[in-house]
């Protein structure tokens, strides 16, 4: 298959991403390519050491400069910043990373794009470009969050924070498939996040996309969670509006970091040794719950593969997630999306009841 | 004064919550006043060993049993579920504690009321008889959460889940006015909860919340946040939907027990002496970032006060709530709320607008 990476998404960009790019090539397979979308000049020149060592010359080919079997360059010279407005600059900067590597894919010359970058812009590119799949109204973030209790899946994380019901159902159903067939979870659990257990609890989107949900029964719903119980394995996936997954996300990084610095800030007033021996301990549970190894959220419903990395991504997280597109590809996960939903008649109840 | 307490209230009454009214009365002045409410039997049967000690027998008055001058107890058989539907259950159970504390406030025979109780029905309870202040549209669940750079104020936790612009805005006064002269924090800053600190981000409410906030100078406005920054000292005030910020309320509350569990897993692993040692370092994080210091979570904009604390309530929480319900009134808040939003035009704007 053919991945494609924002090789100037991102705070670490270019450096992090194009070393991410070059380990993962080694775990790939022989027929996997690689190309990275930047300016063409400065993403040569951070390849420079490897190209040497092969004694190679890149080959100018249209628009690809290609490095060797496995890695190419495309050129894309403008830059999209990380709090730029997305539409705007889209508009603006057509000759971005991002908006190059939405083209690449809509014209079915990568079969997956990755960036560490402007999560707005790559949402609105991708979204344009590659289109939804079939019966997919919106296609919504999912990320996966490492828990005490195993892996939990959230949709959506920041796509769509205007939901309609039938919105969340198809994420109730997409990030199913997705914990069935990339997480390996038998029957995946399914929550609805909302403000208490009851039926009765919750805005009017998330009653109306609960009666949706509890009607497939193919679906192993839960019914209504609240925030705690994210942590607490009730669930495997976490149906909710954009917005207050997005907060949710951000939320649970911030306070990890926060009742960190506040542990480190106890320990050492305590004792510095003590502080000392509780740095390793530390360390194992950031790598343990770490989000990296997951490489990043994927934007399900899209027709491709899409992967949003964390804008702090270094070399490892690109390398997992050009591994987890490759997962997410040879899974047919897309395929799989496709047959449920096409087999469902809950689509067409939603959109008479709107 | 005379503070009403709901004896029924929450996962530990009424041993704890009786226990919690008596611990404070010790640390009020002289002509203030406790009355417990609920079943009139239960309660004083839990009032028992205080009263044998102090030689006193209860006086009936009308509906009130006088046990001594600053303690009554006003009889309300009827007891609401932690998880019962609020509207319902308020109008099938009016003789519940919390249907009777309402309409003591309203009679001006309570000046706060406090409950541990089913949070839906309170608001419900408390905003249908004490009624909202003037110039205020809906009240908000202001609730403190203690970080590791200082205490940080939610509004609103719950009570509007379907907020417009101009709640949102009063949320940023009543929060900031509460901010100011309960917690002491000069000028506090005020931040809009979103998905991103530029203009353009979030959903429409938001983005209109944002003018509305942005076009008060006396409010010292730090623009959006995200998820992240409400731990990192960026603002003291955090204004938000009351759906997402349930979902912050009890996400941490998970989060934070998760986390610890996680740290307890792998201290154990390691070495049963550190995690001896860990132990107190934890007791003393809990202790020092432990909400229960606040008592509860206010219902600011409601015409008189009104707490509503956590179902897990311990004695020392009734107790904490008693006290800061007494400083809400003594700092006379209220009137400083109602000044506040007879001076702005902010009001007029919107309701032009929407």
Redesign the interface.
């Known amino acids: 298959m053919r991945i494609a990476i924002d090789a100037m998404g991102g705070d670490n960009a270019p450096d992090e991403i194009i070393s991410g790019a070059l380990e993962s090539i080694g775990l790939l397979d022989e027929d996997d390519e690689l190309i990275l979308v930047g300016p063409k000049e400065l993403v040569i020149d951070n390849l420079k050491l490897p190209i040497k060592k092969n004694k190679k010359t890149p080959i100018e080919n249209n628009q690809y400069t290609i490095i060797n079997n496995q890695l190419s360059v495309v050129d894309a010279p403008d830059i999209i910043g990380m709090?730029e407005?997305p539409i705007e600059t889209l508009r603006k900067k057509v000759k971005s990373s991002i908006a190059v590597m939405a083209k690449l894919a809509k014209r079915g010359r990568a079969d997956a794009v990755i960036s560490a970058g402007n999560t707005?812009a790559c949402v609105a590119a991708f979204q344009m470009r590659m289109r939804n799949l079939p019966s997919v109204n919106r296609p919504g973030i999912a990320v996966v969050f490492p828990?005490?209790e195993g892996p939990v899946t959230i949709c959506d994380v920041?796509a769509n924070?205007?939901c309609k019901p039938i919105n969340l159902y198809q994420y109730a159903v997409m990030a199913g498939v997705y914990s069935k067939n990339l997480l390996g979870i038998e029957n995946p659990k399914v929550g609805l996040?909302?403000?208490?257990?009851?039926d009765?609890?919750?805005?009017?989107v998330v009653k109306k996309a609960r009666e949706l949900i509890k009607s497939d029964k193919n679906i192993n719903f839960v019914g209504n969670i609240?925030?705690?119980?994210?942590?607490?394995g009730v669930c495997d996936v976490v149906v909710?509006d954009?917005?207050?997954g997005?907060?949710?996300?951000?939320?649970?990084?911030?306070?990890?970091?926060?009742?960190f610095?506040?542990?480190k800030?106890?320990?050492m007033a305590?004792k510095l040794r003590?502080a000392m021996?509780?740095k390793?301990?530390m360390m194992?549970?950031y790598k343990?719950?770490d989000y990296n190894e997951y490489g990043g959220a994927l934007l399900l419903g899209i027709n491709g593969t899409a992967m949003i990395c964390h804008g702090s991504s270094k070399s490892r997280t690109i390398k997992n997630a050009i591994l987890a597109s490759k997962k997410y590809h040879t899974e047919k996960i897309n395929d799989r999306i496709i047959e449920y939903l096409s087999k469902t008649s809950i689509r067409t109840i939603d959109e008479q009841a709107d």
Do not use: Q, W
Request: proline fraction near 3%.
């Open positions: 709090d407005p707005g828990t005490f920041g924070i205007a996040m909302s403000i208490g257990s009851e009765a609890k919750g805005n009017e609240e925030g705690r119980d994210i942590f607490r909710c954009g917005f207050v997005n907060v949710i996300l951000k939320l649970t990084e911030g306070l990890v970091d926060g009742l610095k506040a542990i800030h106890e320990l305590e003590l021996k509780f390793p301990v194992r549970i343990k719950y």
